[in-house]
């Protein structure tokens, strides 16, 4: 009797061990939600606009993206140069945009930005699931001060393996919904499995006080066009 009551107490800690050693670990589809292989070449139709001085100034076109080779990164992890280009319509010729890289890391998918290293998914992929999507900035750590409304954005899904236009399945990530008064933030990003981003929407507004409009800011709609010819 004290023998079993023995087994059963080390199997109960054994298993309580275990537990708290656990990681969660991504399923291994989430990740087709954001592939990385060298040769992928997706194009975008691209609709922004900047507001200066409340004023509206508005441009579309078409944004290339390819990734066109792979190295080491400084971890050891296996990092993806994405080779991004421009164009205002199917006639012109394209011009290059700045490179930006991706790479998975610790169950999620980091993408540097212009030296603004971003977490855009994290796995695995449920509703609710959050981490934080940007960097905490201080006011000496970052060159462009105007870019300080992009410190620590809490990014969560909130539609998961969802329908949506063309695609049978797509997760939704929200990266930033805030209305301070002063400042309008909405963000939020669509990926499709086996394709990757097919939608984002990005729209950030500033005044200097409540009794006047919005001063200066941006608003950009992204949309999958296709792989590339």
């Known amino acids: 009797m004290k023998r079993f009551l023995l087994i059963s107490l080390l199997s109960v800690l054994f298993i309580e061990a275990c537990r708290k050693d656990e990681v969660p670990q991504p ?14 070449c997706r194009e975008y139709y691209v609709d922004s606009a900047t507001l200066t001085n409340g004023q509206w ?10 990734i066109v080779e792979h190295f080491s990164g400084s ?8 080779r991004r280009q421009w164009k ?3 006639v012109t010729t394209w011009k290059e945009s700045p490179v930006h890289f991706a790479w998975y890391e610790n169950n999620s998918v980091k993408r540097d ?12 992929i449920k509703v609710g699931r959050a981490w934080q999507g940007t960097p ?8 462009d001060q105007e870019l300080l409304y992009l410190s620590n954005w809490q990014f969560y899904y909130e539609e998961v393996h969802q329908p949506w236009e063309e695609f049978d399945s797509t997760v939704l990530v929200i990266e930033r919904k805030e209305n301070l008064g002063i ?9 499709a499995y086996h394709i990757g981003l ?32």
């Open 27 to 40: 399923v291994y589809s989430d990740l087709f939600y954001y592939p990385l292989q060298v040769g992928a």
């Open 57 to 66: 100034r508005y441009a579309s076109g078409i944004l290339r993206e390819s």
């Open 75 to 82: 971890a050891g992890q296996q990092v993806f140069r994405l």
């Open 88 to 90: 205002y319509d199917s």
């Open 113 to 124: 930005e212009e030296n603004i290293i971003f977490t855009r998914m994290s796995f695995p």
């Open 136 to 143: 905490e900035f201080e006011l000496n750590q970052i060159e």
């Open 183 to 191: 400042s309008v933030d909405t963000f939020y990003s669509r990926y």
């Open 198 to 229: 097919v939608e984002r929407y990005s729209l950030h507004m500033e005044r200097d006080s409540l009794n006047q409009p919005f001063q200066r800011g941006f608003r950009a709609y992204l949309r999958f066009k296709g792989t590339c010819d």
